[in-house]
């Protein structure tokens, strides 16, 4: 097995926010809409089901983590939780809260077009109070 | 507690292939993709975390087997996952099987306005294999 590489492209498009139990937490930079992007620390797992049953169980935790913070902060109109990657192959789970006022709604945010830069100062509120609601994730 | 009812824009949409552990089967009726989707059999439940931590695992292993079901099958270049439901809130999975040549990729299904309907023969036999192979999920 090789080491965890985050893909470039993950990485360029978004900000860590915390370590869950198997994944990297990071926020998007697309400020339309709070969306995380959990990311399992293993090489090469593209599928869920290539996780061992173990890592699936795990995985889940942090997204059941990261969407009950996600309702928390941002108190959506609705949740909405992917695996999709048919462009960036590299495992990763969108957890993206969703507003019945938001620029997509009610089409998914991928493809919509839908963009927006975070202020300096917005990004910096947004990383701090997912940074501390994440890092309460509780153990097994 | 109420009982299940299916709504009935996902009912018109699909039809019944199976009975998971906790989830309805069901096959799209868009034929541009092999598209099922997994319905809790649980009332009033719209988000992923509504379920109780004991239905959230017996919903992932329900997943898990329908992506296998999809990937055995179909052999796609990608699975596609995500719980969205911002237009019907009953809580549904998509697991939709995606190829580098269908008339969607790189993007998402949903909102693509791709769309085909599968001959009466076609139908049947999608059916068929789909309830056959679904039908083997193992028991916990």
Same mark, same amino acid.
């Given at each position: 097995?090789?080491?965890?590489? $985050? @893909? ?5 498009? #978004? ?14 930079? %697309? !400020?339309?809409?709070?969306? *995380? $992007? ?5 090489? #090469?797992?593209?599928?869920? =089901? ?12 942090? =997204?059941? /983590? ?5 309702? %928390? $902060?941002?108190?959506?109109?609705? *949740? ?5 990657? %048919? ?12 507003? @019945? ?8 945010? /991928? ?14 509120? !947004?990383? #701090?109070?997912?940074?501390? !609601?994440? !890092? ?5």
């Amino acid at each position: 097995m090789t080491d965890f590489i $985050l @893909d470039p492209r993950l990485e360029a498009d #978004s900000v860590l926010v915390g370590d869950g139990r198997l994944t990297q937490f990071r926020l998007h930079r %697309n !400020a339309a809409f709070p969306w *995380l $992007l959990l990311i399992p620390r293993r090489a #090469s797992v593209s599928e869920l =089901i290539d996780l061992t049953e173990d890592e699936q169980k795990i995985l889940w935790a942090d =997204i059941a /983590w990261a969407s009950a913070v996600m309702q %928390n $902060l941002y108190t959506p109109k609705k *949740l909405n939780v992917a695996a999709i990657g %048919n462009i960036v192959p590299q495992l990763h789970v969108h957890v993206i809260a969703r507003f @019945d006022n938001d620029g997509a709604w009610p089409h998914p945010v /991928w493809n919509s077009g839908i963009k927006k830069d975070y202020a300096d100062d917005e990004l910096d509120k !947004a990383v #701090s109070a997912l940074k501390r !609601a994440l !890092a309460l994730e509780p153990a097994v």
